[in-house]
């Protein structure tokens, strides 16, 4: 009994991680694809429209069935912080970030958005959200994890390395995206995706107040 309780807290515990990176792969697609219709010359706005008028109607019969009896009434106050979470998530941070990846690449922009974490531990940390105990491993841990993603963040706008010619790569699509690469520019795709990965981090803090 106590190894059937023992497996069933393990499962509960580690769900939560396992539907995370689940979640970072269907980014990584979403990226991917975004990338790529942008490149055939689709504007960001249109996408980001398509993207978010698909989800609506994917979603809305969960919303219907599922949530009905549980949704709480839907007060002045709610409704406008529920305009503030739209209006940082799908218009501010998406917009900047796909903005972000016309100037840059899908793993570019992915890659940046690990700052998210950060920022939000910031932000939660300064709004009093989240408690971090300076004289404890846990909290060093912390501070470090967010100094070392920050430092990250930087050199991945600031350096650049060399392109690297793989052996299953298409020679001239290597030579479209070299002479493409030569009119990015990087650092100002790297900002609109910092700014939009600040934004997202708001998009998530106020999710938890609401």
Request: proline share 3%.
């Amino acid at each position: 009994m106590s190894m059937e309780y023992s497996k069933t807290q393990l499962y509960k515990n580690v769900k939560p991680y396992f539907l995370v990176i689940i979640l970072q792969f269907g980014y990584a697609g979403m990226s991917i694809i975004g990338k790529y219709a942008l490149n055939k010359g689709m504007s960001e706005h249109v996408f980001i429209a398509y993207q978010h008028a698909i989800a609506a109607v994917v979603i809305a019969p969960f919303a219907i069935v599922l949530d009905r009896k549980r949704t709480p009434k839907l007060t002045f106050c709610v409704f406008a912080k529920v305009a503030l979470i739209a209006l940082l998530g799908p218009v501010i941070n998406q917009n900047l970030f796909y903005t972000g990846m016309k100037y840059t690449t899908a793993s570019f922009a992915r890659a940046m958005c690990n700052v998210i974490p950060a920022f939000s531990f910031a932000m939660a940390w300064i709004l009093g959200l989240e408690k971090v105990y300076l004289r404890r491993l846990r909290g060093q841990a912390k501070v470090f994890g967010t100094m070392v993603t920050v430092v990250g963040a930087l050199l991945m706008t600031l350096v650049r390395g060399p392109m690297f010619n793989l052996p299953w790569a298409n020679g001239n699509a290597h030579q479209e995206s070299t002479s493409a690469a030569n009119k990015q520019d990087i650092t100002k795709g790297a900002l609109m995706i910092l700014a939009s990965s600040l934004s997202g981090s708001g998009f998530f803090i106020l999710q938890v107040r609401v």
